[in-house]
């Protein structure tokens, strides 16, 4: 990043740092060349003249912030192409850079679509599909949800009738509530679309399945007949994005068109199982474990944002007739931050985990061996709630943090946010989420309490619970572990006992359960904050870390676990784990911690590496320089491209000279 015009606050911030940023930068993106690649690319696009002469989303409709993402998202595409980029990775390094939070119209079509096909389709199936999808004959988009049901997909209601006698599906909503309402790219911009329905063959409900479906022309784009589609309207964000709505009035398809690689329906209509209805988990995982990346890079970014401009931000003399220090040296302004910063660094690493151990079960998964699903399955759903729930907080409290300015979209922050939040909710309502991960808690707990050895991560649950926390005044990491996995063992079983102590009080199971759930809850969310601190300590073991780096990422990995204790101290106090000594060490160590990072705050958020493109923020940026950019943004408004705003004559002047109320009459008129 340049150097160039950087304020002098940030150039001794940078100048202070104990460790070698670069270090850490190759740390978190998997290596020297990787990052070398990753900035090649996203070079690309910052010195791109179509990427400069767009105008700010901020200032667009939301009809023309669907046009500029379309636009954006097709040249992002063509180039993608020119480039020969087909690796994933990098297509994302460039999209990232040169989308700039701007949720692709297109985006649906990548994620779910072209996935869908690949991973649920028959060979056949494929070879007809694949080519038209990549080539955009086909523009397709996933439709699950309706109006009535999101989370509960056996509850859905668009049927998907066979008739043999034609060897046709027969698609119909039947309901109001039945039309699929949410799905993205949706309303305008897909003409076909992956339909979850319930299937009837013979008589029978077999449950949801798949099915392809055209909903326009490919020819002129027109909606064909049997369908209604339109957007939803606007949203909380998401401008760039039209989510749709979709119903079916008694529309026949091919039977080809059911996706068949696992179930199948005869010409006769025999319906034929999927061999193990777990085979869907593998895109789950997937799915999920981008989404703790998203949002984790979502509260990065915030936390580049923030901590950039808290060490350029000055308020208040420290004493009468004193210099206004930044606002980065108040102790509560790090108290707010660090954490944050710290659990960016936890939860990115987090995701890594996930989507690399499934990387590595995937061809088991491919060949049916399903054996280590279970666990990763859990683990991802939990940590899809758990990381999307703390990085939408945190980036709230990042706004805060900056004061006034965080509200303004020119902070970049609002923008984060509202791409950030929605991942609490689609793939999976994160409270349901928490509920499944806990389900399969509660599995191993009864399995560890029948002797039954427990698979890797969740060999804590069923230990002793008699201990005492190891804690001393150093703060060891081992002992920070410890008291993670005594909160969660604690947790999982109080759950547990709630639940058997229920039944035994004579409720049926489903009773038990809902009269649980809360405490089930904590237990799966003990599990998942467990499974980041322990993942945070042993990553930072990397033999690629310098040991300065690993000096300072000890601290973060300290301040991230002793934090989260503070922070729940109720759940690690209950049973005495740890005593009242104990948490002045912890609450000492915080503050000491925060001294500790303060030097390397910004290194630490410029290890990001995420250029002001990416950003998109007047306080984010690397130079500091925020004052102008602030400025420079308010010039730009429509608003201020008129001395006199028309609403002058509508409504002030007629207020001001009532006597021209008439040609305020005339102007409405117009
Ligand atoms: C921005 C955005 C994009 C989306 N994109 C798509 C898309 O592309 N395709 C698609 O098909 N869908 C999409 N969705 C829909 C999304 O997947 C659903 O909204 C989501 O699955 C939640 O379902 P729901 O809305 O029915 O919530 P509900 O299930 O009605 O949840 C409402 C409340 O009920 C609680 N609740 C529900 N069930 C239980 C339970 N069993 N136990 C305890 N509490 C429960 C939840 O915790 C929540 O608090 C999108 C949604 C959004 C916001």
Redesign the pocket.
């Known amino acids: 990043m340049s150097q160039e015009n950087v304020t002098p606050d940030l150039a001794r911030e940078r100048s202070k740092a104990t460790f070698d940023v670069e270090n850490l930068a190759e740390f978190m993106i998997g290596g020297r060349d990787r990052l070398k690649r990753k900035r090649f690319l996203q070079n690309i696009a910052i010195q791109d003249p179509f990427f400069k002469k767009q105008k700010s989303w901020a200032f667009c409709s939301v009809e023309e912030q669907y046009d500029m993402g379309l636009s954006k998202s097709i040249y992002i595409q063509k180039k993608l192409q020119e480039m020969g980029i087909t690796d994933m990775q990098e297509a994302f390094y460039y999209r990232e850079c040169a989308a700039a939070h701007e949720n692709s119209p297109l985006g649906?079509h990548y994620a779910?679509f072209l996935p869908t096909i690949n991973k649920q389709a028959t060979p056949e199936q494929k070879k007809k599909w694949l080519p038209l999808a990549e080539s955009y004959k086909m523009i397709g988009?996933?439709?699950?949800?309706e109006l009535g049901?999101?989370?509960?997909i056996r509850g859905l209601e668009t049927r998907a009738t066979y008739d043999p006698k034609t060897k046709e599906f027969i698609l119909d909503s039947p309901t109001l509530t039945s039309m699929k309402y949410?799905?993205?790219c949706l309303g305008k911009t897909s003409n076909h679309c992956v339909v979850m329905a319930q299937l009837y063959t013979q008589g029978k409900s077999h449950g949801p399945h798949m099915f392809m479906v055209q909903i326009r022309s490919m020819e002129d784009h027109s909606v064909l007949p049997g369908i209604e589609v339109g957007v939803i309207g606007n949203?909380f964000g998401?401008g760039t994005n039209d989510?749709g709505f979709l119903r079916f009035d008694k529309l026949r398809i091919p039977r080809e068109n059911m996706l068949m690689r696992y179930s199948q329906v005869h010409e006769d209509g025999t319906y034929v199982k999927p061999q193990n209805a777990k085979l869907a988990y593998g895109s789950m995982v997937l799915i999920r474990s981008s989404i703790v990346s998203d949002a984790a890079r979502g509260l990065a970014q915030a936390c580049v944002i923030s901590i950039r401009y808290s060490a350029v931000r000055r308020q208040t003399e420290a004493y009468p007739g004193g210099e206004e220090p930044q606002i980065l040296e108040y102790q509560t302004q790090q108290y707010r931050l660090f954490p944050l910063l710290a659990s960016a660094y936890s939860l990115q690493l987090a995701g890594k985990y996930v989507f690399n151990t499934y990387l590595e079960v995937n061809d088991q998964i491919e060949k049916g061996n399903l054996e280590s699903m279970p666990e990763l399955h859990a683990l991802s759903a939990g940590l899809k709630a758990f990381s999307t729930y703390e990085a939408s907080a945190g980036i709230e409290v990042c706004r805060i943090c900056c004061g006034g300015h965080g509200y303004s979209q020119a902070s970049g922050l609002p923008k984060i946010y509202v791409d950030v939040v929605?991942g609490c909710?689609?793939?999976?309502?994160n409270?349901?989420m928490m509920?499944q991960t806990a389900r399969y808690l509660m599995k191993c707990y009864s399995r560890a309490k029948q002797g039954q050895k427990l698979p890797g991560f969740v060999q804590y649950i069923g230990q002793n619970l008699n201990k005492k926390s190891c804690m001393s005044e150093e703060i060891a990491l081992g002992c920070l572990v410890m008291a993670y996995e005594h909160r969660a063992a604690r947790l999982v079983e109080a759950a547990a006992m709630r639940m058997q102590s229920l039944i035994q009080g004579g409720k049926k199971q489903h009773e038990a359960w809902n009269g649980s759930?809360v405490q089930l809850l904590w237990a799966a969310k003990a599990h998942c904050h467990l499974f980041c601190v322990k993942n945070f300590v042993d990553a930072i073991q990397a033999k690629s870390l310098s040991s300065k780096t690993a000096t300072v990422m000890k601290s973060v990995c300290q301040l991230y676990g002793v934090h989260g204790i503070l922070e729940n101290l109720g759940e690690f106090m209950q049973d005495g784990f740890f005593s009242g000594e104990q948490v002045g060490y912890l609450q000492r160590k915080m503050l000491a911690l925060f001294e500790d990072i303060r030097p390397n705050a910004v290194a630490l958020v410029d290890a990001f590496d995420y250029p002001d493109m990416v950003l998109s923020s007047c306080l984010g940026r690397y130079d500091g320089q925020v004052y102008q950019a602030l400025y420079d943004y308010a010039k730009s408004a429509p608003m201020n491209q008129t001395e006199i705003h028309s609403t002058y004559y509508k409504h002030l002047r007629p207020l001001i000279n009532p006597e021209t109320t008439s040609d305020a009459m005339q102007f409405a008129k117009l």
Request: charged residues 10%; aromatic residues 18%.
């Open positions: 649906l779910m988009t996933y439709a699950q949800t049901h999101g989370t509960f949410w799905p993205g949203k998401y989510n929605p909710t689609y793939e999976g309502e409270t349901v509920l759930s």
